[in-house]
């Protein structure tokens, strides 16, 4: 590590001491990323968690507007093991936690059941990452996957960035990774958004207007794993291709509605082409008049109302009831070893995984 970039005064009120500790064998630690326009993003290497993202609403009045923990003990025991966290190996779900690559068969972890979840319950979540480098827009981190963790295979070695542009309130991510065998591969960032700021209760976000540039959308079971069908979002209420709010139609009595609780389910992004970085969604708080931008170079974003939120404590005392929350996962599609019609999702020796994806913030009267 060469600079730790902290300030005593950051708009989060967040302390360097409440995040510094042994994990691992490894030190964890704070660190704040500040633009020339006032956006300040802090973050942690514990899971690479964003503790907070502090933008200004249509009066100029600073908000941490993603749910987080205040201490590193918080987050490392938060009933919501991925917030705000970096996911991998792999985003969303496995059915039956079972996939074939090339001979081999491999069988993940199945604590969830049905299904093994963002990489298993030791997934790159609970890592400490190595920081590489800190600047004040910018942080590097490392993290080297050996072979066999969570069942997956290769000695994965995979190099993450958060960057604060310097003309715009815009959030970052760019991945890079390689391994030494075939393996899959599935990372996304899993930030629980509230555009009205975190509170106590923090309100819902059903009154959140979202565009969801997607024709289709991939429906799910009863377990929330893909069906494996392609459908059109036309004519149904997954359909965000023109501006609505999150809670006009989320109680409907549509089949994939209750499946999820809500919404959890895998968007076909529109692309040129299929790494094409282009604008994924939009979300806006019409009462702050905050709104976010979701770009990303990935072919899928998965969308989640928070549904299954419980109420539980956050940083300064912020609670975090259900559908509070909305979650923009850029992302390959879940199942995708299982279901070779889908965008391929292997990485084999001398390939690099890249990824970009951004979150950019303004405001609207």
Known sequence: MTSTIFDENNRSGLR???????V????????????????EVAVTNYGCAILSIMVPDKEGIYANVVQSHDSIQHVIDSPEPFLGTTIGRYGNRIA?????????????????GAYTLHGGPTGFHTRVWDVVKVTNRKIM??????????????????????????NHNGLYITYKATTDQPTVLNLTNHGFFNLHGINNPTPTILDHVVTINADFYLPIDENSVPTGEILKV??????FRTPHSVGERINEPFEQLKHGTGYDH??????????EFAEAATCTDPVSGRRMMVFTTEPGVQLYTGNWLNGFEGAH????PARSAICFEAQHFPDSPNRPYFPSTRLRPKETYYQTTAYVFDVID
Do not use: W
């Open 16 to 22: 360097r001491e409440d995040f510094q500790a042994t």
């Open 24 to 39: 691992q064998d490894k030190e964890t630690d704070l660190y704040i990323l500040k633009n020339p326009l006032g956006m």
């Open 96 to 112: 039956n936690g079972h996939f074939v690559l090339g001979l081999e068969d491999y069988q993940l972890d199945l604590s969830r």
């Open 141 to 166: 981190f490392k993290y080297v996957s050996a072979n066999g963790e969570e069942g997956f295979p290769g000695n994965l070695t995979i190099d993450m960035m958060y960057e604060l542009a310097d």
């Open 234 to 239: 036309e004519g149904t209420p997954m359909d």
């Open 266 to 275: 895998c968007y076909v992004l529109n692309k040129n082409e299929i790494e």
């Open 317 to 320: 005392g912020a609670t975090f």
